[in-house]
């Protein structure tokens, strides 16, 4: 069971979480007509009054995005706003994941995106790693990502995690930690929650934005980190299921999951050393807890 934060935003309001609840008839509930985000806060060990957000403003504009896509004009200045709000209101002591959704939340019948109403909450709940950072194993889904003429995959939009939630439990069933989708083209395309990576004679390479991706705002900090820090070159282009196999190194990025590397595709061990991905593990680590002076403006640092 997750520790809920005891705040929500809910209908224009903060109030306590547990009153935040919706009708067993609403559109989003049974269309999947809604969008949500995934926001990362990382409290200061040290003096416990501030929390550390990163790259507020990408994810702001990425669910205003995806709310754009269901018919519903959303600010994304409004959404940032939002979101810091709801952090002061909950003062947590320990790091946490905030949800926004924006969703449909007229009562009744009939599938469509206009003529309805609109609306936007927030919750959040405490969360350690959501991936082992020591390494998972992965299998390759028999479920396919959707294309983006089935359904937008750059949009968060909830309808398309029936088939993040279909692989991961087929992966679970099967003994593995997550599971990666190939695209309609037969690429490889990500996991259930995270895009991927691997290293191949020094080159770090992820499958494209035209290989229905989540546009991934880890991914796109890693890509900079690698061009800028780690001076590696980043190629974007569609991967093949029997590159990773033989790969250098394999991970996962997502703010969830931050940079989780692979050690095991399907039957096939992958080397345990991971020199890559530990770095970037450690450089994002330090990102993400406000100590990178390089990244300063990827975070919004809030006061409680
Ligand atoms: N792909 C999918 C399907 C996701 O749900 C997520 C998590 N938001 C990601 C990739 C990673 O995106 P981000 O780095 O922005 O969290």
């Known amino acids: 069971m997750h520790n809920f934060l005891p705040k929500a935003y809910f209908e224009g309001k903060f109030i306590d979480f547990k009153e935040a609840n919706l009708s067993i008839a609403t ?44 018919n519903y004009e959303l600010d994304q200045q409004l959404i940032k706003k939002t979101i810091i709000e709801f952090v002061k209101h909950n003062k947590s002591e320990n790091d946490f994941y905030i949800r926004p959704l924006v969703y449909i939340s007229s009562l009744g019948i009939a599938p469509r995106l206009h003529n309805t109403e609109k609306d936007f909450l927030i919750y959040g709940l405490e969360l350690g790693n959501y991936l082992s950072p020591d390494g998972v194993k992965v299998c390759i889904s028999s479920w396919q990502r959707p294309s983006d003429n089935f359904s937008p995959s750059r949009g968060k939009l909830t309808g398309n995690y029936i088939n993040s939630s279909l692989a991961k439990t087929e992966a679970i069933n099967r003994g593995f930690d997550e ?3 190939l695209n ?64 250098d190194e394999v991970f996962l990025s997502g703010t969830a999951a931050k940079v989780a590397p692979v050690y095991q595709v399907e039957n096939y061990n992958l080397s345990k050393h991971k020199p890559i991905a530990t770095k970037l593990q450690s450089i994002l680590g330090e990102i993400f807890e406000g100590k990178s002076k390089k990244y300063k403006d990827w975070i919004t640092e809030i006061m409680y």
């Open 27 to 70: 559109h989003a509930l049974h269309y999947g007509t809604a969008a949500f985000g995934g926001v990362r806060g990382v409290v200061n060990k040290e003096t416990k009054d501030r929390v550390y957000i990163f790259r507020l403003d990408k994810h702001a504009k990425r669910l205003s995005n995806s709310a754009k896509i269901l």
């Open 184 to 247: 309609s083209n037969g690429y490889i395309s990500e996991a259930t929650g995270m895009n991927i990576f691997m290293l191949k004679d020094n080159k770090l390479i992820t499958p494209g934005l035209e290989q229905d991706i989540l546009e991934g705002i880890t991914r796109e900090s890693i890509i900079q980190i690698a061009t800028e820090e780690l001076g590696i070159e980043v190629v974007e282009r569609p991967i093949a299921k029997s590159e990773l196999i033989i790969a």
């Open 179 to 181: 599971a990666l989708m």
